[in-house]
């Protein structure tokens, strides 16, 4: 209980990062290719923002299952897990491309940007739950305490979120690429 704690609450703090650099992924692929921009928007921010701490949160449960088979150090620990997330929910997204953003002259920088960028967030997740649980460690009770209430209060929003991810995966992903290929 209290390492899935660790984990949604570090999700919170790398996920909050993750959406904003997911926009500025979406802002350099824009610079580089202009007529695919729609300006700037501060919804758009919050809304990528909201999403990259969602998707995080819900990443974080299979971060936690799997982190006993991964190496010890964080950093490959991160790298590791990212690669893995890249190539297991990162693919089929960028095969499916659900706007065609990712199609056409743009697709090398496009996916480039959006593979590393879902590395990053392994990394990232990895590093801000080593901090957390040296945080932790110190033995504090209200710092253990923090880790439970985490996980009484995410516990829910992330199985609800991973659950959406699975069925999105099924129900929209492989088929738009069945579509698509």
Known sequence: MRRFGISFAAALLSGLLFGVLLRVVMGIIALAYPEMASGF?????LMLTVL?????LGNSLIFTCVMPVLPDRWATRGL???????AVIGTPFFL???GGELFGPQAFLGVSLFTLLFVWGGVSL???VD????WVAV???GRTRFTYASFIVLIVPAIIILFNIGR???TEIIPEIRNHW
Not at 41 to 45: C, K, P, S
Not at 131 to 134: C, N
């Open 41 to 45: 928007h501060w919804e758009a921010l």
């Open 52 to 56: 990259g701490m969602l998707f995080t």
């Open 80 to 86: 590791s897990y990212g690669v893995a997330n890249a």
């Open 96 to 98: 499916s491309n659900p």
């Open 126 to 128: 990895s590093w801000t």
């Open 131 to 134: 901090k957390l649980e040296r």
């Open 139 to 141: 033995g504090r009770i």
């Open 168 to 170: 999105e995966m099924f």
